[in-house]
């Protein structure tokens, strides 16, 4: 099954933030990992918390 494009064009950005090591709206989230977005489909609204694994 496809990924919707939608919820692509609302999580994109912070996976490719995410890939680089940035932080994910450090002011709005207690910790700079995660993230908390939805898709813009406002008959099918689905949540999604994107985490940042840190690993050595």
């Known amino acids: 099954m496809p990924f ?3 919820a692509w064009d609302a999580v994109s950005r912070y ?10 709206m450090k002011e709005l989230m207690k910790e700079e990992n995660i993230m908390i977005t939805c898709c813009s489909d406002g008959t ?13």
């Open 4 to 6: 919707c494009s939608e």
């Open 44 to 56: 099918r609204p689905v949540i999604f918390k994107i985490e940042r694994i840190d690993y050595e």
């Open 15 to 24: 996976i490719y933030a995410g890939l680089q090591g940035g932080s994910f």
